[in-house]
């Protein structure tokens, strides 16, 4: 079975500076992938970034990067240089070989001035 | 990039009506459409995955006569929401894959919220 996990519900960054997004998952599948999704008060989501379990390198996308630690099982988020807009909802999710895209229960992120 | 629609945006319904949801890939072909759920201050729940030309699977403990899927072309897949009530109120996203495109190629519409009274 899959599982995602974020373990931060709410986190507060001051604009301009960085910010780190937890996530850890679980699975049995030897391939898989690994997103991010920002989620405004709009309800859309917003694809960020990917990351593939076979990947040798970290996945950048301007501002984001994915910290991926395949022996920990982890695939943070990192924000660089917070603005005011990057204030939403923030889910980590993953696809195995079931071709499903699974959630975590998200991360909300406030920015501050 | 590709772009998902979903109509309406918007429902507002009396218990016991149908109410119809379209997710439309508005730029490519989706072989495969996938619905969510989404109830406040939740993560998105998947309830069926939908493939072109067959009949949709759902997630343990999503009814199917309850919410009926229809993927009728590679672009168009509907959602009805047979006799609706109150606790249907939630918020439904669609979400669309790319056949010809790789692992990150999943688009989401912009869902449709969904009251019913």
């Known amino acids: 079975a899959q599982k995602i996990t974020q373990t931060q519900p709410g986190m507060f960054v001051q604009e301009k500076e960085a910010v780190t997004l937890d996530c850890t998952y679980d699975t049995s599948d030897p391939s898989y992938g690994l997103f991010w999704y920002k989620q405004p008060s709009s309800g859309e989501m917003i694809f960020l970034i990917y990351?593939?379990?076979?990947?040798?390198q970290n996945a950048t996308e301007g501002r984001y990067s994915l910290n991926f630690q395949k022996a920990r099982k982890s695939a943070n988020l990192v924000i660089s240089a917070s603005q005011l807009g990057d204030s939403a909802m923030y889910f980590c999710?993953?696809?195995?070989?079931?071709?499903?895209?699974?959630f975590g229960t998200g991360t909300r992120l406030q920015v501050f001035p | 990039g590709a772009v998902v629609s979903q109509h309406p945006s918007r429902v507002i319904c009396k218990s016991g009506t149908s109410v119809k949801i379209e997710c439309r890939s508005l730029?490519?072909?989706?072989?495969?459409m996938f619905w969510y759920r989404q109830f406040p201050k939740q993560s998105l729940m998947l309830m069926a995955t939908s493939n072109e030309g067959s009949k949709a699977t759902y997630e343990q403990g999503v009814e199917k006569d309850k919410f009926l899927i229809n993927h009728a072309s590679l672009t168009l897949s509907t959602l009805t929401v047979t006799s609706a009530h109150p606790e249907d109120s939630s918020f439904y996203i669609c979400?669309?894959?790319?056949?010809?495109?790789?692992?990150?190629?999943?688009?989401f519409g912009p869902g449709t919220r969904l009251l019913v009274l």
């Open positions: 730029d490519f072909q989706a072989t495969t």
């Open positions: 979400s669309a894959r790319d056949g010809s495109g790789g692992q990150e190629t999943q688009y």
């Open positions: 990351q593939g379990s076979y990947d040798q």
């Open positions: 999710a993953m696809r195995g070989e079931t071709d499903k895209l699974i």
